[in-house]
């Protein structure tokens, strides 16, 4: 575990009702205490090598994801897209360009991204530079359209994703209820089975200090907005009801009791994780809504979401150490598959 992970134990705040939540959407702080969840702040890498763990991999698939993550390095780096001026929205500089005329061969020596990083592109320097020159859009628009600009980054690394309005609710029994869920966004594995690799949840921008509803500084606590609650301070505010999505896909996973997710935030994105041992969920599943308290469940049988610190994909070093978790999922994913079917 990194120096710098958070071991957040949950305090409810203002929001107590027992009110049984028919969808995720509207999971709170109350919820998730029932359900007895423990969340703590993990290495990205360390959340998919030594938690989520799909496939164990050998020197020269890591070999294989270090070619890869040289060929798709990009020497464009920005804060934020708000801070470039209109003028340069379609500007060669600005682009997420090829840093020579032979990376283009690079990327197409590169099994794992060769049939679609190229053609998606193009598409994320389009929606680049559309967010750019609509400065006029509203929070809606914009929130779709930064959504839309990660789907494209997910496509460009060979993901499957579903969103809207190709989304199906879906829906699981959370203490004898029946809950459902429609996130923003699925990945699913590129087979017949469609099982949910990870689902995404964008968010709007967290409120920063001084806001409504800031949290504080001293103390961790949870903190409520009209729209969504977050957990921990601005720099790693977690939306419950993403949580509460990986609970319902969690049957779909790959490996049953364990999850990806990615909350977005403009271009800024974390890598979630949820694991819940199959012990753990069956009590889940058929304990009656109205217990008194939180479930009580053996030592170590508690859910587990673990969250990565957020990573700008507009900063060069940060979408490197980005661009490496996704090869790394998808590298498990393939070889995964590659050993089902021999």
């Not at 969808?23 to 990205?44: A, E, P, Y």
């Not at 020579?100 to 680049?128: A, D, H, M, Y």
């Not at 790394?328 to 050993?339: E, P």
């Amino acid at each position: 575990m990194s120096k710098n992970s958070v071991d957040l134990t949950f305090v409810c705040g203002s929001s107590q009702s027992s009110e049984f939540p028919k969808s995720t959407s509207d999971w709170n702080s109350h919820f998730i205490d029932k359900l007895g969840v423990r969340c703590k702040q993990c290495d990205i890498f360390e959340i998919i090598i030594n938690h989520w763990r799909l496939f164990t991999l050998f020197e020269e698939d890591y070999l294989e994801i270090e070619s890869c993550l040289k060929a798709c390095d990009f020497e464009t780096d920005y804060g934020c897209l708000e801070d470039i001026s209109v003028e340069k929205a379609f500007a060669p500089e600005f682009q997420w360009k090829l840093r020579s005329q032979s990376q283009e061969n690079e990327i197409l020596r590169e099994p794992l991204v060769s049939k679609w990083f190229l053609g998606k592109l193009t598409e994320i320097n389009r929606c680049l530079s559309s967010i750019i020159s609509q400065t006029k859009s509203d929070e809606t628009e914009q929130k779709l359209k930064y959504l839309v600009l990660f789907e494209k980054v997910l496509q460009a690394f060979g993901f499957m994703t579903l969103g809207e309005p190709f989304i199906v609710t879906r829906k699981a029994q959370i203490l004898g209820r029946t809950m459902t869920s429609k996130p923003d966004i699925i990945c699913c594995q590129d087979d017949w089975e469609q099982q949910t690799v990870c689902v995404c949840q964008a968010i709007k921008s967290v409120p920063k200090e001084g806001d409504d509803f800031a949290p504080p500084k001293k103390k961790l606590r949870v903190t409520c907005s009209p729209d969504e609650e977050i957990i921990g301070n601005c720099d790693q505010g977690i939306p419950l009801q993403h949580i509460g999505d990986l609970f319902v896909h969690l049957d779909n996973s790959p490996i049953s009791d364990r999850i990806l997710g990615f909350i977005i935030e403009k271009t800024w994105v974390q890598l979630t994780f949820l694991k819940v041992y199959p012990t753990a969920m069956k009590r889940i599943r058929n304990t009656p809504v109205n217990i008194a308290g939180s479930l009580i469940l053996n030592d170590g049988e508690y859910p587990q979401f673990h969250y990565s610190r957020r990573y700008n994909f507009l900063n060069r070093q940060d979408r490197k150490d980005l661009f490496k978790a996704l090869l790394l999922v998808k590298i498990m994913l393939v070889r995964r598959q590659a050993a089902r079917k021999r």
